[in-house]
């Protein structure tokens, strides 16, 4: 289709800011020669140019450069009301990171869910970003699904249907006052977008991974993908008591599309073993909530490896162990989750009890990482001679070959707190 058929509208604000107010912060914008500048300003909130109109569906694109000590984002399909915290503004924000980790593009649920999809397995996008010059970006926003690139390469994929439409938003990030004299800022420029009809306009599919944040429902993505749910939502097919061939008459519940453990019936596990995948499970803990997932265990026992789902804050196990090996994502006892995602940033992304988390598994072989929220944060080669030391070193000495079978159901703790779960989904991998 010609360039000229497509009916791109210029919304690149103007001198006078007409059509669009400011919010949050006290960060000053002004338009020079065409192009939007936000300068950074200390305070505890972060600035928002936003627009007066809505938008649905659209496809935007836009030109940011920022200093690069400032991190920024537009905001698509943004939110603010008075009754979300006291009128925040939060929302999807496809970023913009100039920082070691490299993450623009990358879809943020800013002031609600945080990363939608990092980069963390986007080596390409990462590499795309022109830190302290111009970058194209152009966002896809078509029903349910938000698709971002940076410099004509494909950054993120995610379907979601939290918010159909809602306002955009230019971001300039708050700053520390050891930043104030150095006066950052980030300017954007040719920003149109087309809204009518986008879907005709939407570029191909690609080959990037997609992250699917439909609760209990699989995207088509995800499908072609191999994932597969592991939960359907409403029964308890497909799971059994660790300790016999029925689903525990007590101490589970399946409620709203929620799989929640209140203590007292056990231990469940899934009805087949599986070997290589990957596995995904949102989990939302209670105040002092202490849970698990449990993947290569023993059968016999239903002793295994463990991704450790514990309130840090409240539960004294995370200040046992050793070196923090019984916190939130680690292998419970062996080795501590650490942000292995972030250089910058050695701390976990956790949303706090009362809010849902993602964790990942990934068994490849002898290969396994763990992921929080879109971060690694553990990685190891079972069976190596760093594993078994660290074993060696465990309440599981002396178990042989602990961790190392080749198959096992995969099991979700009963340690008599609770937890709710959802969204439970694998992949089968390839092995080694």
């Known amino acids: 289709m010609a360039q000229e058929q497509v009916p791109w509208v210029d919304i690149t604000p103007r001198a006078d800011l007409a059509g669009w107010h400011i919010a949050g912060g006290r960060a000053p914008y002004e338009v020079v020669g065409g192009e939007l500048i936000g300068r950074a300003a200390p305070g505890p909130a972060n600035s928002w140019l936003v627009s007066d109109r809505q938008y649905g569906d659209f496809i935007l694109e836009y030109d940011a450069k920022t200093d690069p000590v400032l991190n920024s984002g537009v905001m ?86 939290t ?136 059968p016999r026992t239903q002793v295994g490896l463990e991704y450790q789902l514990l309130d840090d804050t409240r539960h004294p196990d995370a200040k046992m162990g050793r070196d923090g090996n019984r916190t939130l994502a680690s292998l419970y006892d062996l080795i501590p989750a650490r942000n292995l995602s972030d250089p910058d940033s050695p701390g976990k992304r956790i949303n706090p009890s009362g809010e849902w988390n993602r964790a990942v598994i990934v068994v490849r072989g002898r290969h396994v990482e763990h992921w929080l929220n879109g971060f690694k944060v553990v990685e190891y080669e079972r069976g190596s001679p760093e594993f078994r030391a660290l074993v060696a070193q465990s309440k599981f000495a002396g178990r042989t070959g602990f961790g190392e079978g080749e198959q096992s159901p995969i099991l979700l703790q009963d340690h008599g707190d609770r937890v709710d779960f959802r969204s439970i989904k694998l992949r089968q991998l390839q092995g080694e």
């Not at 994932?227 to 029964?235: A, M, N, P």
């Not at 007292?264 to 939302?284: C, K, Q």
């Open 76 to 161: 698509i399909r943004g939110q603010s009301r008075p009754d979300y915290r006291n009128g925040v503004v939060f929302g999807y924000q496809a970023e913009i990171d100039p920082s070691k980790r490299a993450w623009s593009g990358g879809i943020y649920d800013e002031q609600r869910r945080q990363w939608l999809h990092t980069l963390g397995r986007n080596d390409a996008a990462r590499r795309a970003f022109r830190s302290g010059d111009w970058n194209h970006y152009r966002v896809e926003a078509i029903g349910n699904r938000l698709r971002t690139w940076v410099n004509g390469v494909p950054a993120a994929d995610i379907v979601d249907d």
């Open 163 to 298: 918010d159909a439409k809602g306002f955009i938003a230019f971001q300039v990030h708050a700053i520390p006052d050891a930043l104030a004299s150095r006066k950052p800022e980030v300017r954007f420029r040719n920003v149109r977008i087309i809204s009518e009809n986008p879907a005709r306009f939407a570029l191909p599919a690609t080959a990037l991974e997609q992250q699917g944040w439909l609760t209990n429902r699989l995207s088509d993505g995800e499908r072609r993908a191999g994932w597969t749910l592991l939960w359907d939502g409403s029964t308890a097919k497909g799971w059994r008591s660790a300790k016999g061939k029925g689903f525990p008459g007590s101490g589970w519940s399946i409620r709203d599309g929620v799989l929640s453990v209140k203590g007292g019936g056990g231990d469940i596990v899934t009805a087949r073993d599986y070997r290589n995948f990957e596995l995904s499970v949102d989990f939302r803990l209670t105040p002092g909530a202490n849970s698990g997932i449990k993947y290569r265990i023993d």
